[in-house]
């Protein structure tokens, strides 16, 4: 996958990688989102916690940055720093989407979010479309955070990678953030998709006949909102 440079531990699949950010503060915010004695509001706020790292680590290499020159207190300096003039789109996956996204404006200096509500039927595990606020067109070129904590089945995620591509996004374009992956949707997602970039706090091996992943952490969006 040609366009994740930084892969601080990468698990590959065929052509595909999987970033898992090799950091002692990814592995204690997953742990406090797996421990099922945590109470709502904590939740919530460590998947927001979690989500801004693994912004930080998806973007990394990633951003337009402009040289200029400004001055400090004490003289003259030539800086390097992000272009405010390209935006990076968060898109959220409805619910659970936006506590993991919670925290990306207080790391990107310049974001427009979009947000995308799905849901998954308990029967057929098929995702829905209840809520549809992307934009007609995103820009050429610009970048887009795809945030889904569950990477389950793949369905949901597969569904609105559609979506995105539907108003002119290529996959070079988009990454996608996840708390937890496991294999059903890494290999959906690389079937449909070569090329993407998933960046994701933990990878489990094991989805139950109800779509959810073992260990994992349960409902992500009940978990957070407390219904």
């Given at each position: 996958?040609?366009?994740?440079?930084?892969?601080?531990?990468?698990?590959?699949?065929?052509?595909?990688?999987?970033?898992?950010?090799?950091?002692?503060?990814?592995?204690?915010?997953?742990?406090?989102?797996?421990?099922?004695?945590?109470?709502?509001?904590?939740?919530?706020?460590?998947?927001?916690?979690?989500?801004?790292?693994?912004?930080?680590?998806?973007?990394?290499?990633?951003?337009?940055?402009?040289?200029?020159?400004?001055?400090?207190?004490?003289?003259?300096?030539?800086?390097?720093?992000?272009?405010?003039?390209?935006?990076?789109?968060?898109?959220?996956?409805?619910?659970?989407?936006?506590?993991?996204?919670?925290?990306?404006?207080?790391?990107?200096?310049?974001?427009?979010?979009?947000?995308?509500?799905?849901?998954?039927?308990?029967?057929t595990l098929l995702p829905s479309?209840?809520?549809?606020?992307?934009?007609?067109?995103?820009?050429?070129?610009?970048?887009?955070?795809?945030?889904?904590?569950?990477?389950?089945?793949?369905?949901?995620?597969?569904?609105?990678?559609?979506?995105?591509?539907?108003?002119?996004?290529?996959?070079?374009?988009?990454?996608?953030?996840?708390?937890?992956?496991?294999?059903?949707?890494?290999?959906?997602?690389?079937?449909?998709?070569?090329?993407?970039?998933?960046?994701?706090?933990?990878?489990?091996?094991?989805?139950?006949?109800?779509?959810?992943?073992?260990?994992?952490?349960?409902?992500?969006?009940?978990?957070?909102?407390?219904?």
């Amino acid at each position: 996958m040609e366009n994740c440079n930084h892969e601080p531990t990468a698990v590959s699949m065929d052509s595909f990688k999987v970033v898992v950010p090799a950091h002692p503060l990814i592995s204690h915010w997953v742990s406090v989102l797996r421990d099922r004695s945590t109470p709502s509001h904590a939740f919530k706020s460590a998947l927001g916690e979690l989500g801004r790292l693994l912004i930080y680590e998806a973007t990394r290499d990633w951003l337009l940055t402009v040289t200029r020159e400004i001055q400090s207190p004490m003289g003259t300096a030539v800086v390097e720093s992000i272009s405010e003039m390209e935006p990076v789109m968060i898109i959220p996956i409805l619910r659970a989407g936006l506590a993991l996204a919670d925290l990306a404006t207080s790391i990107l200096p310049s974001t427009r979010t979009f947000h995308l509500g799905m849901a998954r039927d308990e029967e057929t595990l098929l995702p829905s479309v209840y809520l549809n606020k992307l934009p007609d067109r995103f820009p050429k070129g610009c970048h887009i955070l795809l945030v889904d904590p569950m990477l389950a089945t793949g369905g949901t995620v597969t569904a609105a990678v559609d979506l995105v591509k539907e108003r002119g996004a290529e996959i070079s374009q988009i990454r996608i953030i996840s708390a937890v992956a496991a294999p059903p949707a890494l290999k959906k997602l690389n079937l449909r998709f070569p090329g993407i970039c998933v960046y994701t706090g933990a990878m489990d091996q094991i989805v139950n006949e109800k779509g959810f992943i073992v260990p994992g952490l349960g409902d992500a969006g009940d978990r957070s909102y407390g219904t």
